[in-house]
């Protein structure tokens, strides 16, 4: 037996087989969790349908994250089939293409801002709120995914970078807020990986040739070992852990020169 074992997560974000959120799927089933999915849009619900049968969930719902409506319309449906909820995972991050390169300011614009932050980062606050009373007293989890880049400048990394900032103080506020329900915030900054959202950002090969060379392990982390400590995070043993932001980069954000 897992140590999720009698835990039921739900997992926002599923794009594909190369999305970090299906190493944290993969793991969390391993482990015994029962999981339910989300897909953004028609054109993703066949292949997020495929995903969720081989972790012997059938239950898929669409969510576009920018709707209220189809957000508690995802709820009202987990509520039809479970009677609470553990976890849930917000893997879901979004700017125009054309502000994910070159200079900040030369392609910055109010509206992809505004896109970048109420897509990567408010959505995890209204996640949060829309399934609060399935929480409460379950000491459950939420989990979601950040990037050095809110940290430091990275180049073409743009306005994902300050989206990702407020998606960390996010965090801190939401546990901060949610803590004496039992229920703990925490986000994984997650070194470069090869995903569908990845590929929006100008010259991202360069980024992983160069995070390989020069991190301690010389090498860059898999969808498998981000999805390894979201499941610790998502469980009682990390039962004192909340508002944290846990880097998975094979050390890379500790170096300086």
């Not at 009677?83 to 030369?106: M, N, Q, R, T, W």
């Not at 050095?148 to 743009?158: D, H, I, S, T």
């Not at 898999?222 to 499941?231: L, R």
């Amino acid at each position: 037996m897992g140590f999720l074992a009698n835990k039921r997560a739900l997992i926002v974000g599923l794009a594909s087989n190369r999305s970090i959120a299906w190493g944290i799927a993969q793991a969390m089933r391993r482990e015994g969790a029962e999981l339910a999915f989300t897909y953004q849009g028609e054109k993703l619900r066949e292949r997020v349908e495929k995903m969720a049968q081989e972790c012997d969930s059938s239950l898929t719902m669409p969510c576009d994250v920018g709707s209220d409506e189809q957000i508690a319309e995802v709820f009202d449906t987990l509520g039809k089939s479970w009677d609470g909820l553990d976890i849930i995972v917000h893997s879901v991050a979004f700017a125009p293409a054309e502000e994910l390169k070159g200079a900040y300011l030369e392609n910055s614009s109010r509206e992809g801002f505004k896109i970048a932050h109420e897509i990567s980062s408010y959505s995890l606050s209204a996640l949060a709120k829309a399934g609060r009373s399935m929480m409460q007293g379950r000491n459950g989890s939420i989990i979601t995914l950040s990037y050095l880049g809110a940290e430091r400048a990275v180049p073409n990394y743009n306005v994902m970078g300050l989206a990702k900032a407020s998606l960390e103080a996010n965090v801190r506020y939401l546990a901060y807020s949610l803590g004496q329900e039992g229920t703990r915030v925490n986000g994984i900054s997650a070194g470069p990986i090869r995903t569908l959202a990845a590929a929006g950002i100008a010259d991202f090969r360069s980024m992983l040739d160069y995070v390989e060379k020069h991190t301690p392990l010389r090498r860059n982390v898999t969808i498998n070992e981000v999805g390894n400590v979201a499941a610790f995070l998502s469980s009682d043993l990390s039962s004192a852990v909340t508002g944290e932001i846990i880097h998975v980069d094979c050390g890379f954000s500790i170096i300086g020169m």
